[in-house]
Structure formats: structure tokens, C-alpha cells
Nanobody, 128 residues
Framework: QLPLVESGGGLVQPGGSLRLSCTAS????????IGWFRQAPGKEREGISCISITTTYVADSVKGRFTISRDAAEATVYLQMNNLKPEDTGVYYCAAEALHRLTTIQQMCLMGPSITSWGQGTQVTVAS
């Protein structure tokens, strides 16, 4: 279990932007896939975007609007969310999985609850 901490959620109007951060002190992210998942009220948790040292995956539902990036020196992964829509509302979770357990980074975004490490979540609300 990695000590993942999310930040950056909040209330934003439709069309607005937010940047989420996921940090884990004293962890070398090079050995992990890091992903962002969201859970809307009454819905299952879904993988939004996942990143490794070499590749990224972005779900079709957010492609063109959300961008995932990583800062290895700061052990931080970001999720830049632009043109937010009300349907983006939910709790956003950061997750981590050891790369040796993954075949592809897309697989991580599809693993769901079986991923090893999770943050506590940060609320994103898109409303006018």
C-alpha cells in the first residue's frame, strides 16, 4: 500500500477547469502505474486515465478534455481537466499498481477495485 494523497478537487462551473494532484512521498513512481478513477453517485468506479513511465491511457469519455502527466522528481501525477461537464461530477481517486503486475497501462484503468493502492479521494462537482 502506497500513501497516496489527492488534492485539487472543488466546485467549478461547466466549461471550467481543475487540476488534480496525486502525491506519494518517498515513493519512486518509475516502478508504478498511476491512475485516476472517478465514481459518480450511484455508479461504479471507472478508470479515467492511467500513466506509466513510458505510456498513457485516456478513456474515450474524457479524451480531448483531460490530460494526465507525471513529475517523477516530485513523485506527483496530475490530471488536468478542461471543459468540465456536469457528468464529470464525482469523487476522483488516485491509484497505484506495481508495473510488474500490469501487461499494459490500459489494463490498469480497467482493473478497478483489484488495484493495490488507493488514495482517499477528492470531490469534483461541476454545476452552475
Amino acid at each position: 500500500q502506497l500513501p497516496l494523497v489527492e488534492s485539487g478537487g472543488g466546485l467549478v462551473q461547466p466549461g471550467g477547469s481543475l487540476r488534480l494532484s496525486c502525491t506519494a512521498s518517498k515513493v519512486n513512481f518509475d516502478y508504478y502505474g498511476i491512475g485516476w478513477f472517478r465514481q459518480a453517485p450511484g455508479k461504479e468506479r471507472e478508470g479515467i486515465s492511467c500513466i506509466s513511465i513510458t505510456t498513457t491511457y485516456v478513456a474515450d469519455s474524457v479524451k480531448g478534455r483531460f490530460t494526465i502527466s507525471r513529475d517523477a522528481a516530485e513523485a506527483t501525477v496530475y490530471l488536468q481537466m478542461n471543459n468540465l461537464k456536469p457528468e464529470d461530477t464525482g469523487v476522483y481517486y488516485c491509484a497505484a499498481e506495481a508495473l510488474h503486475r500490469l501487461t499494459t497501462i490500459q489494463q490498469m484503468c480497467l482493473m478497478g477495485p483489484s488495484i493495490t493502492s488507493w488514495g482517499q479521494g477528492t470531490q469534483v462537482t461541476v454545476a452552475s
